[in-house]
């Protein structure tokens, strides 16, 4: 047996050659681990499993015989090239057509369902070599597979020739808005919205897979005709009423009925029924005679910013971006009946995050705080502020903790305060109103707000009480972004609107917060969208559209430029000596500042939509928001988690 100073000894050598080797070597590569969330599409069946199309990805899910929704599974780790936006499905085959905020990027992604629980992307494939490519929805009829795009018009791929691998051909040229299609024998239906909000509704014969036929068009009012749902030989346009057109005559597309109803964002139609789906509950509409839709009801389910509807056999299906996916008993049509509902893994549109211990506090601009695991995002549960209910009352932008409480930023409202002393069951605390409200930092008794909206500014508020927040002082800015604190000092982001020259990065000291004093005013990033600021307080990178400055701001009056990193810069984040850097075009960078005066790309990630928040969480992970995209997650080198440089 060895003498205990002998092992001593070493283990201190052991110690001392780790250390010299986490020295010499240089931190991992960050690594891609999955993508969650982002806007639903309306889902397929295949049996008793449900596919909803999330962003980038697929989820699955089981119909219990209790009407429950089981989450199956999902495709997080293969995430498609863009924003998936159509779905359908011919035997264990899964298409869907995709988009991305980069020019050119559609195209079909294919998954094997032969394994319902677990869909296996295939392949993601090009319709055409165009250019100006935009992929707005699919559909499968007589055995042929049509991507419709909103430029370029239809093309087609005959599935019998290979099934997992289709090629196309384009059969139809003509633009329009194929936001939405609906496949009824040798017929297919697309309806949209255009850029003047009328509602666009195409009628095409497909009888001859190769040549369809464009048998009738018609411009819609958009405000009757939000959306327009099809049940051959009429359409039902939910909006500001119940509206019907009749086009058995596709030449002579007529109106038939039409009556006011509240304001509704989606619908169904089952037979002999139309329900409008609102943002308070389901009314019910008989259609039986299509010239005098009747009144038939309303069904009190939660139904708020529901941005998908379909009809699976016996059940109803809606989508929201609440997060929620509700599922409807479409049996007895006459009487909408919640049969069960599930969340949405990774929200359906996430704006910001933050980690506390095992638990993801994830801002849903919809409604306010969802609650997750932080390890894969699983969905625990929901804090729904207590606001206005309209999506553009809510609209939650950016989010921050500080001690117990989280501090929530409502553009269509002001600061909603939550107590957080169980991170799994937020409770709302306080509000205060301040529409526009964009930007958000807050220590101790003190939080600090900033508009973007009508003239930024930003206002101190004392938060001792957070259910009766009291203003102690304001300063006017450009179009406050972001604001970062550090001890006794403030970090102001304030872009540039026209006419204004005074934007940039703006540091304060704040050590009286009734009284903050400007320290310091750096003008060499003149459209300032986002800043990330090291942990120490040192060094601060920000996002100035063309590029990305590192300073070092360790003396706050006099802060100094360390290096610039030319790039599309939208959100930042700053990890060590590790920069990531967002683009509004759906980009995420990786680049080291090792040398700030001649940064290096170590790698990048092409996300499905723009990179509009990027955080680092205590847990050493990435999280881009890319809100309809989703949420990207990527693991970084933990050695560095301690923000040295």
């Known amino acids: 047996m060895k003498a205990p100073h002998t092992v001593l000894a070493l283990s201190l050598l052991a110690a001392a050659a780790a250390v010299a080797s986490a020295t010499a070597a240089p931190p991992a590569p960050t690594a891609f681990i999955a993508a969650r969330g982002g806007n639903a599409v309306p889902p397929v069946a295949a049996e008793s499993r449900v596919y909803f199309a999330a962003g980038s990805t697929l989820t699955v899910w089981d119909r219990n015989a209790d ?13 498609a090239k863009g924003l998936l936006n159509g779905l359908a499905r011919q035997g264990d085959y899964l298409y869907a057509s995709y988009r991305a905020h980069a020019e050119d990027v559609s195209g079909v992604a294919v998954y094997s369902i032969a394994d319902r629980d677990h869909p296996q992307l295939l392949g993601q494939y090009p319709y055409s070599n165009g250019s100006l490519l935009y992929a707005q929805n699919i559909a499968i009829a007589n055995g042929y597979l049509y991507v419709l795009d909103n430029e370029h018009g239809l ?7 290979n099934p997992a691998m289709p090629v196309f051909s384009q059969v139809y040229t003509g633009w329009s808005n194929y936001d939405h299609v609906v496949v009824d024998g040798n017929r297919l239906y697309t309806t949209g919205r255009n850029f003047l909000s009328s509602t666009s509704f195409n009628i095409f014969d497909l009888s001859t897979p190769l040549a369809p036929q464009l048998l009738g068009s018609a411009t819609l009012d958009g405000y009757d005709n939000f959306r327009l749902k099809v049940q051959p030989p009429y359409a039902y346009g939910v909006g500001l009423a119940l509206n019907v057109t009749d086009f058995s005559d596709p030449a002579a597309i007529t109106q038939r009925g039409r009556v006011d109803a509240p304001i509704a964002y989606e619908g169904l139609v089952l037979g002999s029924h139309a329900w409008s789906v609102g943002l308070q509950g389901i009314d019910v509409w008989n259609v039986t005679n299509p010239d005098a839709p009747a009144e038939a009801g309303h069904a009190d389910i939660d139904s708020f910013a529901t941005i998908a509807t379909k009809v699976l056999g016996d059940d109803a299906f809606l989508a929201t971006l609440a997060d929620r996916l509700v599922r409807l008993d479409a049996t007895q049509p006459a009487t909408p009946t919640l049969r069960g509902e599930a969340l949405l893994p990774g929200g359906a549109m996430t704006y910001d995050i933050a980690i506390r211990g095992d638990t993801a506090l994830m801002l849903g601009s919809a409604y306010g705080l969802g609650v997750a695991e932080r390890a894969d995002l699983a969905p625990l549960g929901r804090m729904v502020a207590d606001l206005e209910l309209s999506i ?6 950016q989010l921050a903790l500080d001690g117990d409480r989280a501090y929530l930023t409502s553009w269509g409202s002001g600061l909603v305060i939550a107590d957080i002393s169980n991170p799994r069951q937020p409770v709302q605390t306080g509000y205060w109103e301040y529409p526009f409200a964009t930007a958000i930092a807050a220590a101790g008794n003190y939080a600090y707000v900033g508009r973007t909206t009508n003239g930024g500014e930003l206002v101190v508020l004392d938060v001792t009480d957070p259910a009766n927040p009291q203003p102690l002082a304001s300063m006017e800015t450009s179009k406050l972004m972001r604001l970062a604190l550090h001890g006794n000092y403030l970090y102001v ?19 009286k917060p009734a009284a903050p004093q400007l320290l310091s005013h750096f003008d060499g990033c003149g459209s300032t969208r986002d800043l990330a600021l090291a942990p120490n307080g040192r060094r601060l990178l920000l996002a100035c559209g063309d590029k990305a400055q590192l300073l070092d ?8 430029l360390l290096g610039s990193y030319a790039a599309d810069t939208y959100s930042v984040a700053l990890h060590g000596d590790r920069a990531y850097i967002g683009a509004q075009y759906g980009r995420l960078e990786e680049v080291s500042f090792a040398d700030p005066a001649q940064p290096q790309l170590l790698q990048h990630w092409d996300q499905a939509a723009g990179v509009m928040r990027l955080q680092v969480g205590s847990d050493a992970r990435v999280y881009a928001m890319t809100t309809v995209g989703g949420v990207y997650v990527y693991e970084v080198d933990r050695l560095f988690a301690d923000g040295m440089e």
């Open 67 to 79: 009407g429950s929704l089981r989450f199956a599974g999902d495709t997080r780790t293969s995430p």
């Open 155 to 161: 093309f087609a791929s005959n599935l019998a020739n």
């Open 392 to 397: 553009q009352g809510r609209a939650f932008e």
């Open 493 to 511: 982001a304030d872009e540039a609107q026209m006419g204004n020259t005074g934007a940039g990065l703006y540091i304060l000291d704040v050590s």
């Open 553 to 560: 701001v360790s003396n706050p009056a006099a802060p100094v």
